[in-house]
């Protein structure tokens, strides 16, 4: 069984649950585990352990969140070498779609080079600042997974 860890950022919770989705679609696989954790747990955590990584937060003033990017900068330190990469994000402005995640898998080019990036990354709508998540989005995010998952099993 392969392992896969998502990071997300998250202010209220709804990047949280996407990732959550995309673990979930992950594991309906049965191709991998997925262990979930904030940024601020990157630091401590083994990442040599892991077949696949994702990074994912919401889009701020325009820009992805320094937490994810930081997050993104400190696990390519530690090793993201020949592993499976992606990004995802939540927006409300739709013409904000995909931003932030474009903006994590531009850094994740830079500073992981020796990583494998599946490419685009996944992009959320919330209804409001504080959430919800668009009603079809968690859908979309186990999808994603099964996806990630099935490129981490070839
Ligand atoms: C300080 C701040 C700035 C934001 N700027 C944007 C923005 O530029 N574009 C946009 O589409 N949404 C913006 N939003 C809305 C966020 O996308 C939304 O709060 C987020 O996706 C919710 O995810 P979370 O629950 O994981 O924090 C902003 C929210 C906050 C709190």
Do not use: W
Request: hydrophobic share 35%.
């Amino acid at each position: 069984m392969k392992k896969v860890l998502v990071v997300f950022d998250s202010t209220y919770g709804n990047t949280e649950k996407l990732g959550r989705e995309i673990a979930s679609g992950i594991e309906e696989t049965g191709i991998a585990e997925c262990k979930v954790i904030n940024i601020d747990d990157v630091e401590s955590e083994d990442l040599s352990v892991y077949d696949g990584v994702l990074f994912g937060g919401p889009i701020h003033a325009f820009r992805a969140t320094r937490g994810i990017k930081g997050a993104v900068k400190k696990a390519a330190k530690k090793g993201l070498d020949g592993k499976l990469v992606a990004s995802y994000d939540t927006y409300q402005a739709t013409s904000h779609e995909g931003k932030a995640a474009k903006q994590i898998e531009g850094l994740l080019k830079k500073k992981a080079s020796g990583a494998n990036v599946l490419s685009p990354g996944l992009s959320a709508l919330v209804l409001d600042r504080e959430g919800p998540l668009q009603d079809d989005e968690p859908a979309k995010a186990r999808e994603f997974g099964q996806r990630f998952a099935q490129e981490l099993g070839e």
